[in-house]
């Protein structure tokens, strides 16, 4: 975090331990090819423009990932079209964590 004072600070949560997911069970042979449909979906591109330094760690949230900025400062993110779907996400937001720069795009 960036103070006004011009001081910053990072504070480090735990996860929190998440219970672990139910079996799926799949009925149909059906359901087998939309898994298959699903899995075979290209990842979601965003492009967070300029401003990142060269190879910083940059969160992106939902923060389902992270990745790196390019040598030029920019930061892009392949985002799982089945998550993005499941948390009926319409923005995506990505944090430089050492610029503090900040870019939030919004979902086709």
């Given at each position: 975090m960036h103070e006004s004072d011009g001081t910053t600070f990072t504070?480090?949560?735990?996860?929190?331990?998440?219970?672990?997911?139910?079996?799926?069970?799949?009925?149909?042979?059906?359901?087998?090819?939309?898994?298959?449909?699903?899995?075979?979906?290209?990842?979601?591109?965003?492009?967070?423009?300029?401003?990142?330094?060269a190879g910083e760690d940059v969160a992106v949230a939902l923060v389902t990932a992270h990745t790196d900025a390019t040598p030029d400062g920019r930061a892009r993110a392949l985002l799982d079209p089945a998550v993005v779907a499941a948390a009926r996400a319409g923005e995506v937001v990505l944090v430089g964590r050492v610029s503090g720069t900040i870019a939030v795009r919004s979902l086709p």
């Amino acid at each position: 975090m960036h103070e006004s004072d011009g001081t910053t600070f990072t504070d480090i949560l735990p996860a929190a331990k998440r219970p672990a997911p139910e079996p799926v069970v799949e009925e149909k042979s059906e359901s087998r090819r939309a898994v298959k449909r699903q899995r075979a979906a290209e990842p979601i591109s965003v492009d967070g423009g300029d401003g990142f330094i060269a190879g910083e760690d940059v969160a992106v949230a939902l923060v389902t990932a992270h990745t790196d900025a390019t040598p030029d400062g920019r930061a892009r993110a392949l985002l799982d079209p089945a998550v993005v779907a499941a948390a009926r996400a319409g923005e995506v937001v990505l944090v430089g964590r050492v610029s503090g720069t900040i870019a939030v795009r919004s979902l086709p």
